[in-house]
């Protein structure tokens, strides 16, 4: 079936230094996407989330950028800090077709690995 | 503002034990999630409930998981009996009953089979 999956599965950057965290989709009927952060021994905290009509949402300090055409979601990160070490998800929304009540499914990537080195 | 609550945080017990799990989700979100991480097969969902009814039990890998929700503030995922390969992380997360509502997640329960 589809599957949201990650380029790069560790990313290490310097303290101050901007990251972007990569993210590729195959479902094209995916019409909203969420950004999550996990830190050890804690659950998937939200961070930033974009639907399908937007390319581009901005947050404190992230900004989320969407290219439909390619399937490509990425979660950009200024001034990176050692607090940001945590590993990331995307995840995409899957409607549920079956219960017609607008809920939905998310499906998640692996995860890619942010180390912030001071 | 209280998150999602789960309980307990870990759990270790023998295999062929019957292990239960508790949620209390956010106080006026009517969908509620329950999902399994290992570092194997990352987040995968096991169940999930609208209006505290079961919609998709697709996720549930086989008839020793059980899930219910008896009313909008709780629920339980129950693993009887339990078996080595069940040992992960469960999350439960909960969201407002509509298209495009982030899911909120709990801190998760550790649960180790031995």
């Known amino acids: 079936g589809e599957s949201v999956g990650l380029h790069l599965p560790t990313l290490s950057v310097q303290e101050g230094d901007n990251s972007i965290i990569n993210c590729a989709y195959s479902?094209?009927?995916?019409?909203?996407f969420i950004w999550y952060k996990q830190e050890s021994g804690k659950g998937p905290q939200f961070i930033i989330d974009?639907?399908?009509?937007?390319d581009k949402r901005q947050g404190q300090r992230v900004t989320v950028l969407l290219n439909k055409t390619v399937k490509h979601l990425s979660l950009q990160i200024a001034a990176t800090q050692p607090g940001d070490s945590a590993v990331y998800f995307c995840?995409?929304?899957?409607?549920?077709?079956?219960?017609?009540?607008?809920?939905?499914?998310?499906?998640f990537g692996k995860g890619t690995k942010l180390s912030v080195i001071p | 503002d209280a998150g999602v609550i789960q309980s307990p945080r870990h759990e270790v017990t023998e295999m062929g034990q019957e292990v239960t799990l508790r949620c209390k989700p956010i106080?006026?979100?009517?969908?509620l999630f329950w999902y399994r991480q290992t570092m194997m097969r990352g987040l995968e969902l096991l169940i999930y409930?609208?209006?505290?009814?079961?919609?998709?039990d697709s996720g549930m890998p086989e008839d020793r998981f059980s899930a219910k929700m008896p009313n909008a503030s709780f629920s339980t995922l129950k693993i009887q009996p339990s078996e080595p390969r069940d040992s992960a992380v469960y999350f439960c997360?909960?969201?407002?009953?509509?298209?495009?509502?982030?899911?909120?997640f709990g801190d998760g329960t550790r649960l180790s089979i031995l």
């Open positions: 479902n094209s009927a995916s019409d909203y």
């Open positions: 997360a909960s969201s407002l009953k509509s298209s495009n509502q982030p899911q909120h």
């Open positions: 106080s006026g979100h009517n969908s």
């Open positions: 409930f609208n209006n505290n009814v079961p919609i998709d």
């Open positions: 974009i639907r399908s009509n937007m």
């Open positions: 995840a995409e929304n899957m409607a549920d077709l079956y219960s017609g009540a607008g809920s939905y499914q998310l499906t």
